[in-house]
């Protein structure tokens, strides 16, 4: 049940980011974008641990997840930290997936040539 709860959360997530990007005139950047906030918004009153928790890791795969752990990360340092744990707190999550965007983009970027 959890693989069905899974697929269904990340193709909610597409299809309504979808359906915004169709009917207005945001660009994917600004849909992006609000879909982090919108992830920081849910982790801030702990809504997306319990979605987390119900759904599994479709969860972690949309860009929702990644204002969820920036949030996530800065509460977490902040509690142990003070005011400078909420900035290394954000990196701490997102670390790897910030590291990994950087590296293959700028392979692609080697490797093929842009049109333009």
């Given at each position: 049940m959890i693989f069905i709860n899974s697929f269904l959360f990340a193709g909610a997530i597409c299809c309504i980011s979808q359906i915004i990007l169709d009917n207005t005139k945001l660009t994917p950047g600004h849909i992006t974008s609000i879909l982090?906030?919108?992830?920081?918004?849910?982790d801030i009153f702990n809504i997306y641990d319990k979605i987390v928790e119900v759904v599994g890791g479709g969860a972690m795969v949309p860009i929702t997840s990644f204002g969820h752990l920036l949030?996530?990360?800065a509460l977490a340092k902040a509690s142990s930290m003070g005011p400078l744990g909420i900035v290394m707190g954000m990196f701490d999550l997102t670390?790897?997936?910030i590291t990994a965007a950087i590296i293959f983009s700028f392979v692609f970027a080697v490797i093929f040539k842009p049109k333009n």
């Open positions: 982090v906030v919108l992830g920081s918004f849910l949030i996530h990360g670390a790897s997936g």
